[in-house]
Every structure is written in structure tokens, then in C-alpha cells.
């Protein structure tokens, strides 16, 4: 049976982020800023910010533009892509608007696709992210792909990118990754102070605040408001700690995640591309920038990788560090990556870790919530 | 003291009423358009029996996609839950695989010592549920329990397409030429086997199985899908009842 989630009175919710990010945007660009429209955790940001540039995550997360979309695209196909390419195509997203280019990469076979159509409306430079880490010279070539990306946006931004700006830019980005980090460790806590239907939302908003500085003091200020929030709260009766994992929740937050909560969960990690996953490793701020960032980004746990043996290792830590009681395990429609590494997850959690695995596979479409909701339970029930 | 489980399905509404110290007692009624109205049509009947709801003599588990709807129930649990303890309970095996055919969903469900360790259900699709016999039952102007008797007599049909729609446009074109019902019975039968069947097989294991809800007592699906399976299926008496005893014995443990 469910009950209200707790929220602050002071929470601020993604669709509230979302527009409030416009009118914030809107002004940047009155003021001569240049923005850049990103998709992916992939994307070494601090490109653009050495250029002087902004970005804006462009990630699609709702059932808009979609009907759009598959004028073009097949129906079955990932909804993350899909609405994201319908909201540019059908002109629906201010920040795609704003956009002076977009900086993309090969990442999955949909959004690498998409891009190619996308040319048709925006500058899109992709970078060409090699399919593994393992092969010979994969480094070597993402670092060269990362030094041809920066004399694109330099051309395409009018502002030429230096060793000094990107190692500043680098030396910013860590600062902010490193209280991203903090506040996800927040939920190391046990009970845990604060609903993860309220902390990825922050995270999810970020992409919507243009300075770095803005986001870190947000980060730390409700870091603090958190465990100011710990130390009132009393002991409650024990939830299971969930960790959630696979494709990006931004798009089936309440449908999933909340949903988990008002059941009696505690969703306390995650290990998608919006967690820890993409920012638990600094970039080194000595030596070549250019091969720090590569060196970086290439380690990135995605299933686009293959093999991605790094995100098994990754699972393992968070399940002792979050102690974790059970994994869902979130797969967007067509989405043959994470869905094909499910079957290692899945073995990995259940015969080496002994935990509870929920597989969830959806869109964001409302259809299915009901069974969403049968299965959550259960699972839940399992844990009791 | 009565300890009652009440499974309200897509297309039956179940209850089993557990009397301390005694076997479970059972009944079914369609579910219906209205759970509401089903859920009220079982109080009256509880009430026939002098089993009145809402008293401390009383304690109250709803359970299956109509759990919301019972006004009067102390505690609701999902049908995956309910059919591990009523499938474990029937069966008298606490370590096997259940599966469950219903009217919207098939589930396959893990038990350990008793206890749900994984469950696995069908996608949005009807393909592989009681829908699907049903709906092919109709079309060959019989009823699910017609289907199985007409198809133990026939040679399966192919009927490839795993969209109820499309699979009922295969049936009609087997009609169309003429083919016999016998083997148009066996050919959805088969198609319904070969569905959960797969299902099974994605979700692993290799121990016996159990076979719970609708189908349970009909021991032609159970060889049809156990040959798919090269695994042991076992139907059980009162099989459809499993949700039902399940959260009527759930509530006795929760007292």
C-alpha cells in the first residue's frame, strides 16, 4: 500500500527545473554566451567551457515529441532518443533552440543514427567514441577525436581553446564532480536522510544551472540540508536500500523510482550515466589535457562499451559502500546494450552478491505503470 | 478465527476462506466489469455463510490486479507472493518453479525453502495468458475447457504469430481451408505452451514445476508445456485457488 512522499517544502521538481532553465538560458544568449547541447556523459564538458561556452544536457525525458518523432524513426526504438529527436525536429525545445552547436558522440547505433538527421537542423559534430577500450590504439584515437572536437567548437563558438583554459576548465569540473560525488554519498547513510526520488532529480536539474560555481553551492547546500535533516530524523522502521542501475531514469523517474519509494523502498544509489558512474573519477589536472580527459571519459561504465567489464566493479563497490539490499535494474525500450549486459548483471547480482534482482524494461509511455507497480511490490515483498 | 485470501483476478475472482485449525475452503466468481462490485458480491456471499468481514473474527488479504478494490481488506499483497505460499502450500514442495498462466498475466516464480527468491512476468502482451485461449476458444465457438478437450483429439496447427490479433487472423485462414477443429485447438495450445515455455526459459532453473491459476487442473496443458520444457510440470487440485489460499495462509502468518 503506498503512502505521500516526503518532500521539502523547498523542492524543486525537473519539470520546474526545466522551465526555470529557460528563462536563465534565454538570458546567457541575450548576454552573447554561447551554448552547447550535449546528450551524453561521454561529452568532455570541459571543452565547452574552456571555449567560454556552455552546455545544456538535450536528453529527451517525457512523452513529448515523440508521436513527432516517429514520422521518422521506428516505433520501436528507444524513447529517450526518440523524444529527443522530436522535440528538435517539431522546434519544442528551447534549449535545442538556443543551441549554437551540438557536441554528440557515437555512442549507442539510435543515437549515432539520429545525429545524422540532426545535421539537417543544427551544427552537430560527433565524436567518434571507439566501441571498447581493449582494442590497440583506442586511446590513442578517442584523444585525437576529443583534440578534433575542441577545434570544432573553437571554430563553431569563435573562441580558440588553450592548454591553460582547458586546464582550468578541467580543475572547475573536478570541484563540481567531486560535490556531485558527496551529495550521491549522502545515501551511504544509514537510515538514509533523503528520498532518491529527490536527490536524482537534483541531478537530473543540474544540467539546467550554467556555472559551475551555481551548481556546486547548490550541491553543497543540500548536502548540508541533508544531514542537518539526518540528524533530526528518528530511526523509522527499516527500509530495503535499492540500488538502481542500467539506462538513464530521467524519463521514468516517477513511473519507477518514485513509485519504489511510496511502496516502502529506500532508493539509495544509482549506477546510470546521471550517478556516480561518469564522475567518481577525477580528471588528472598534470600532464597533457587532451590525454586526461580521454583517459578519463574512455573509462566511463556504459554498456555501449564492449566489453564493459569496469561497471561489474562497479556494482560490486556500491553494493558494500550503499549497503544494498536489491537492484533494479532499468532498461529503456530497445535499448540492446544494457538489455543484452542485463543477463551478466543479473548473474553477477544474484549468484555472486546473493541479492534480490529486479529487470524492469519500459518506455515512457503511462501503459504499463500498473504492471511496474505489481512487480515493484512484489519485489519489495521478497526483501521482507 | 477466519483467516480469508481473496485473488481478485482479470477474468475470476477468487477466495479461500481458512478456518483455524481447518483445510481451506474455496469459491470463484466471474470478476466481471466492476472489482468493486466483485469484492462486494464476495462480502455477501462471506456473509451467507456467517463469515462476516470488517470483526475481529475476522482478518482479510487481497491479492491480484483487483486488490485495490477490496474496501474491506486488512492487508493487500501482490499475486507473485500469494502464489509462491499457496503453490508451496498445494504442493507440498517449498523448493520448485511456479508458474502461473492467468488471464492478463503469466508469471514464473522461483521458491527457495518456501520464500519468493525471483519471479519473471510476461510483457504488455497478451500472448501466452488465458486471454489469448480465450479469445481462440471463442473463435472456434468453444470455452477454455472445450479448447483442451477438442485439442487432445487434434494434431497441432502451426500458429506462429505472437500477437493475439494476428494469431486470431491465423486461425480464421486455418478455418477458411477447411481445417479440422481438432487440430486448430491443438495448434493454440501449443502456441500458448511455446510462449511460456520461453518465458521459463529466460527466467532459468531446472528443477520440477509447478503449474498454478486457470490451467492448473488441465493436465493436457501440463504435458504439452512440460515436453516443451524437457522439465516435470505437475498441476495441482484447486490449482487456480493457489493466489486465494496463498493470501488467505499469508494472513494467518502476519496475525
Keep these: 500500500m503506498t503512502s505521500e512522499l516526503k518532500l521539502p517544502a523547498n523542492f524543486e521538481d525537473y519539470t520546474d527545473a526545466k522551465k526555470n532553465g529557460f528563462l536563465r538560458v534565454m538570458k546567457l544568449k541575450e548576454e552573447g554566451k554561447k551554448v552547447v547541447g550535449t546528450f551524453c556523459s561521454y561529452t568532455p564538458s570541459e571543452l565547452v567551457m574552456a571555449a567560454d561556452g556552455v552546455c545544456v544536457g538535450l536528453c529527451g525525458s517525457s512523452e513529448d515529441g515523440i508521436a513527432f518523432a516517429e514520422k521518422t524513426l521506428p516505433k520501436n526504438m528507444c524513447p529517450l532518443i526518440k523524444c529527443s529527436y522530436g522535440l528538435a525536429a517539431s522546434d519544442a525545445c528551447p534549449y535545442f533552440y538556443f543551441s549554437d552547436m551540438i557536441l554528440a558522440e557515437t555512442t549507442c547505433d539510435g543515437k549515432k543514427k539520429m545525429f545524422e538527421l540532426m545535421k539537417k537542423l543544427k551544427p552537430v559534430h560527433v565524436m567518434q567514441l571507439p566501441p571498447g577500450r581493449e582494442g590497440t590504439g583506442a586511446l590513442d584515437f578517442w584523444e585525437q ?20 583554459a582547458l586546464h582550468r576548465a578541467i580543475v572547475q569540473k573536478n570541484r563540481e564532480r567531486r560535490a556531485m560525488v558527496e551529495l550521491y554519498e549522502v545515501g551511504r547513510m544509514e537510515p538514509c536522510p533523503v528520498s532518491g526520488y529527490e536527490i536524482s532529480t537534483i541531478m537530473d536539474s543540474l544540467q539546467f544551472m550554467f556555472t559551475s560555481e551555481e551548481k556546486i553551492k547548490l550541491l553543497e547546500e543540500k548536502r548540508n540540508e541533508f544531514l542537518a535533516r539526518a540528524a533530526e530524523d528518528g530511526k523509522g522502521r527499516r527500509k530495503p536500500r535499492i540500488m538502481i542501475t542500467g539506462c538513464p531514469t530521467i524519463g521514468v ?18 549506477d546510470s550515466c546521471s550517478g556516480p558512474r561518469a564522475q567518481k573519477e577525477a580528471v588528472s589536472e598534470s600532464g597533457d589535457p587532451y590525454l586526461a580527459l580521454a583517459k578519463k571519459y574512455l573509462n566511463i561504465n556504459c554498456a555501449v562499451m564492449s566489453p564493459n567489464p569496469g561497471r561489474l566493479d562497479a556494482l560490486d563497490e556500491m553494493i558494500a559502500d550503499y549497503r544494498i539490499d536489491g537492484v533494479i ?34 518506455d515512457y509511455s503511462q501503459a504499463d505503470s500498473g504492471q511496474i507497480d505489481t512487480r515493484l511490490s512484489a519485489f519489495l515483498e521478497m526483501m521482507q | 478465527m477466519y483467516f ?32 468493486r462490485e466483485t469484492a462486494e ?33 486488512d492487508r493487500c499483497i501482490t499475486e507473485i507472493t500469494c502464489h509462491g505460499r499457496g503453490g508451496a502450500y498445494l504442493s507440498g514442495s517449498g523448493d520448485c518453479t511456479i508458474i502461473d498462466v492467468g488471464g492478463q498475466d503469466t508469471k514464473v516464480i522461483t521458491l527457495e525453502d518456501g520464500v519468493v527468491t525471483d519471479f519473471l512476468m510476461n510483457d504488455k502482451c ?20 472445450g479448447l ?32 479440422p477443429r481438432e487440430d486448430i485447438a491443438a495448434g493454440v495450445v501449443d502456441s500458448v505452451a511455446a510462449k511460456v515455455a520461453q518465458l ?10 509447478v503449474l498454478t491459476g486457470g490451467l492448473s487442473e488441465q493436465a493436457y496443458f501440463a504435458d504439452t508445456l512440460s515436453g516443451k520444457l524437457g522439465r516435470p510440470v505437475r498441476g495441482l487440485k484447486d490449482g487456480k485457488y493457489a493466489g486465494a489460499i496463498g493470501a488467505a495462509l499469508l494472513c494467518m502468518d502476519m496475525r
Design chain 1, 253 to 270: 523517474r516517477d513511473k519507477i523510482i518514485k513509485q519504489a519509494e511510496l511502496l516502502g523502498a529506500s532508493v539509495v544509489a544509482f
Design chain 2, 148 to 179: 483442451f478437450e477438442l485439442a487432445e483429439g487434434g494434431k497441432p496447427l502451426a500458429i506462429s504469430a505472437m500477437c493475439t490479433v494476428f494469431a486470431e487472423s491465423e486461425v480464421i485462414s486455418h478455418i477458411g481451408s477447411g481445417a
Design chain 1, 329 to 362: 535494474e532499468v532498461v529503456l525500450q530497445a535499448c540492446h546494450t544494457f538489455a543484452i549486459e542485463a543477463a551478466e548483471v543479473k548473474r553477477f547480482i544474484t549468484k555472486e552478491k546473493k541479492l534480490p534482482y529486479l529487470y524492469l524494461e519500459t
Design chain 2, 4 to 35: 480469508i485470501g481473496i485473488d481478485i483476478g482479470s477474468t475470476a475472482a477468487k477466495t479461500a476462506v481458512i478456518k483455524e485449525g481447518q483445510e481451506p475452503r474455496c469459491f470463484v466468481l466471474p470478476t466481471g466489469w466492476s472489482s
Design chain 2, 41 to 73: 458480491t464476495i462480502r455477501r456471499r462471506l456473509a451467507e455463510e456467517e463469515i462476516p468481514v470488517e470483526t475481529e473474527e475476522t482478518k482479510v488479504l487481497a491479492t491480484g490486479y483487483g486488490r485495490i478494490s477490496v474496501p474491506y481488506a
Design chain 1, 145 to 164: 577525436e576529443i583534440r578534433r572536437a575542441a577545434l570544432a567548437i573553437g571554430e563553431q563558438l569563435g573562441k580558440e581553446i588553450t592548454e591553460e
Design chain 2, 126 to 145: 497478451s500472448a501466452g495468458t488465458g486471454k489469448f485461449l480465450e479469445i481462440m476458444a471463442n473463435r472456434l465457438g468453444s470455452h477454455i475447457s
Design chain 2, 200 to 209: 521459463c526459459m529466460r527466467h532459468g532453473g531446472d528443477g520440477p514445476c
